[in-house]
């Protein structure tokens, strides 16, 4: 019979990992608080181990691979570590903007270096902006993750005038009780997704 601790110990290691991702990379930005309110979600939720992957620590250059990506023949050392650190989740919230009717140009990039890492693993989007909070660089993004075989849930998390919910004092992030609940149903969906395609990335070859 296993004790306590055992079976602690097993419902941990059996949670399927997620990783949070921050988009935007430029210097005055403001995801970071973003990303930061969003990994707090999933700590609530406790249905995960999670990560916080912020790329402007990441700080890819614009691809350079001389191969395919689905080759998985990596030339570069950037490369081989953005490789591994995705390779990680199974499952990722993406954590975008809005520019120009779209998403940041790095998360694109991030995205295009990549093909099997993606495969078969859901994705929530928690997108932010003015008063369409993020949601065309969404709709743009869907097909992409598409395309790498990733499943684009339809629960996320819209924050229009997401400036209003940063605190002038504190500098904390807080946009309210709609969008936290909404981050639960997103993850509530992640989870079950994550755990369905468990058997294809099991299948996936190395």
Not at 25 to 48: I, M, N, S
Not at 138 to 156: D, F, H, N, S
């Amino acid at each position: 019979m296993q004790s306590l601790s055992d079976l602690t110990m097993t419902d941990i290691t059996q949670k399927p990992h997620l990783q949070v991702v921050v988009a935007s990379t430029r210097p005055a930005r403001k995801g970071a608080l973003v990303g930061a309110w969003a990994l707090e979600q999933v700590r609530a939720h406790g249905g995960f181990t999670d990560e916080l992957v912020d790329l402007a620590e990441v700080a890819l250059p614009m691809f350079d691979e001389p191969h395919h990506p689905r080759l998985g023949r990596y030339e570069h050392a950037h490369t081989g570590a953005w490789s591994e650190l995705a390779s990680k989740a199974d499952a990722y919230v993406f954590v975008t903007p809005e520019y120009d009717h779209g998403p940041p140009a790095a998360l694109l990039n991030a995205l295009q270096y990549l093909v099997k890492e993606w495969a078969y693993k859901p994705v929530g989007f928690v997108s932010y902006g003015a008063v369409a909070g993020g949601t065309r660089a969404v709709q743009l993004l869907k097909p992409v993750v598409t395309a790498l075989r990733m499943m684009p849930i339809p629960e996320g998390v819209v924050i229009p005038f997401f400036t209003k919910s940063i605190d002038s004092e504190t500098g904390a992030f807080d946009p309210g009780e709609i969008q936290e609940r909404g981050a639960q149903a997103m993850l509530d969906e992640l989870k079950r997704w994550a755990e369905a395609l468990k058997s294809l990335r099991a299948g996936q070859p190395a």
